[in-house]
């Protein structure tokens, strides 16, 4: 019995591993769960404060919240932005199945568990987003309190895809980055020329962060595979969120309609406020600081 209770434990060691290190002024920590792992950006671990986990969307990583992370740490949280599956180069399985929004949203709980967060507070833009509203959903005893940036309740979101001609236009890219080869191509060609096209809103230094990642063997695929695994069954409900919310929309997002935004409120059976900017998609780049500061009023008003 001793002997077996030695190699459970022994497992649960070999399951969940951290390993801290700096690059570039920047601290990292490799976290190893099972058979992946995953590159998180780190800091402020040694604050007494909360936990935030912060979940970038497509196609970024977790360098758009560069500017915001000292922001947080400043204020005593603990922050831990992790490169998600498919962008971490060690969390990048092969198969479409293995990029469903429960098993990304699985991640994030493996991820704070690797931590020891036991409750904690969330953050997610675009398709962080998404796996934000999921996490929110399936684990609210572990969230403290829950931002969107730009996208919605994703019952809302899905309702407007099937009835809103405005979301219906905006959602069009998504038939063609669900199709087989042909999305990674259009990125590759001409040195990424239509991949640099979409971080417009960003400076040179991040986009060289970004490229180090995308220009990695298999990574575009693999963040790809997000829409490939996700998007085929539009009636998906994750129901209601009684976490603490806050939504951000950009008034000139080209991604994402104002009427999933508004129709969110009918999920939203906790505290929640929602904030309309004069922004686009890429709120961060465009309006960090009105993006920080009311992410930081929601983290304070919400903390334990």
Known sequence: MKYLL??????????????????????????KVNDLTFTCRVSGLENTG?????????????????DLIPVLVSEGYKVVAPDQRGYSQGARPPKISDY????????VIDIADAFQ??????????WGSAVGWVTAALYSERIN???????????AFFDAINTDKDQQR??????????????????????YTYLKNIWRKSSQLE???????????????????WYRANMNNEDKFI????TPTLIIYGLKDMAIGEKSVDESEKYLTGDYKIEKLKAGHWLIQESFEAVSNSILQHLNTHSQ
């Open 117 to 126: 967060f036991e409750k904690f507070h969330l953050v997610g833009h675009d």
């Open 239 to 242: 129901g209601d969120i009684t």
């Open 145 to 155: 309190s829950w931002t969107a940036l730009s996208v919605p309740h994703l019952d």
């Open 100 to 107: 469903s929004i429960d098993k990304l949203s699985q991640d």
């Open 170 to 191: 905006k959602s069009q890219y998504i038939k063609f980055f669900k199709k087989p080869i042909l999305p990674e191509l259009y990125f590759k060609i001409f040195g």
């Open 207 to 225: 986009i060289e962060k970004y490229l180090e990642v995308f220009k990695q063997r298999g990574a575009l695929k693999a963040s790809l595979n």
């Open 50 to 66: 909360d936990a935030v986990i912060l979940l970038h969307g497509f196609p970024e990583t977790s360098r758009m919240y560069y």
């Open 6 to 31: 030695f190699i459970i434990i022994c497992s649960m060691a070999i399951a969940q591993s951290i390993n801290y290190y700096d690059t570039d002024g920047e601290s990292f920590a490799d976290v």
